[in-house]
């Protein structure tokens, strides 16, 4: 079923509040599997908000109105639809009696807050549990429905939620179903240009991708009756995703993320882990303890900014550091052998690179950076090329040395 929401409110268009409303309404729309097909905001003028819902009646099965239901002269929502429709509004007998019980003992009730008991010809009305204005439901003779909710959130949700998604819900018997698959190790446009092909013919399931952090994460999203029938619809897409990623997949549940599927398999196999960072001035060992339960698994981290204490504390040869300067692979390598020796742990990490903005050379630029990983006797190394400002390099060098780890222990 095809549904807009209709945001009224000048001082949205204005920039002057955010529409918390609509972003909360398609969420919701979208789980109870409802497609959302347009999202308008109009200001509180009569005849483009008129304009608007006719409009949205040639095309959609639900229209949900937010917005404009209270008592001054620039909440018209309601006359404006009743207008749309052809239908006439009037004094809401049961409305009229909460307004009267809700204002009790208080004496400056200008006139016009009488006007919220005034609903449309036929509607359903929807008792307001913490607000004045009610909400309500018109049904009409094509099938279609309009919904008018108030704009405030803290009345909107809880009536939405409460009363509103329980007749969404008869009205719908399909449901969205997601899975989430998570890559590493692949940037973003190449992911997207080897499941081109998916991507281009997508209808049930769909496929959206979100790019983070030098890692892409796919969401595939079927419209189905249960889960099971949700699964069945996506199994091939998955598939296909599982074999184009292959080992860069580290995960297709929603909440996990890289830290833990490292600290997880370090954890299965008895290990523990050292880091020796440079640019990344601990990071890594940060991120990893945002993990519960890291301390199974994290031993110890060096910072070693400066050459000096590459040296003195991981044994970086000079030599090393003079023919091939600290930002090499074979210095890499020896600062993970090095914490790995000093500290007896089986599995080390090293990073050093140049985070920028300065200090970049032609043959060393700003974003180059090695990584080295030891896996008990076994070394690993990685050479990257990042872009991006000192933050977002530092970042991605965190992830791809998680992701070392990661592939390196698949190995
Ligand atoms: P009231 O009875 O308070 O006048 P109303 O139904 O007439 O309610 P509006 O006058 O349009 O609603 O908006 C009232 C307040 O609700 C706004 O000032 C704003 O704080 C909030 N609000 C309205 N629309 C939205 C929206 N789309 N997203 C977030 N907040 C909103
Ligand atoms: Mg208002």
Redesign the pocket.
Known sequence: MKVELI???T??LMGN??????AYLSRECAALGLSVYYEVTVG?NPDRLEKTIKEALEEVDIIIL???????S??L?KEITAKAVGRNIHTDEHTMQRLKEYFTGRTNITANNWK?AKVIEGATVIDNHN???PGEIVSLDSGQQIILL????N??IPMFDQQIKPHLRALSDMGIYSKMVKVCGIGESTAEYMIRDLMEKQSNPTIAPYAKTAQVHFRVSAMAKDKAQADEIMAPTINRLKKEFGKCIYTMDEATELEEVVVDMLKERGYKLVTAESLTGGLIAATIVNVPGASDVLEESFVTYADRTKAQNLGVLEETLQKYTAVSKETAIEMAKGIQKRTGAQVSISATGIAGPDGGTKEKPVGLAFLGCCIEDKVFVKELHLKGNRRKIREMVVVNALDLIRTSLMD
Do not use: R
């Not at 509040?17 to 609509?22: D, L, S």
């Not at 108030?150 to 959130?153: F, L, N, V």
């Open positions: 945001s009224v409110g001082e949205i509040i955010i529409n918390t409303n609509a509180d937010t917005g404009g239901l209270g008592p001054t620039d909440d929502t919220t607000g004045t204005a108030p704009g405030p959130p009345e909107m």
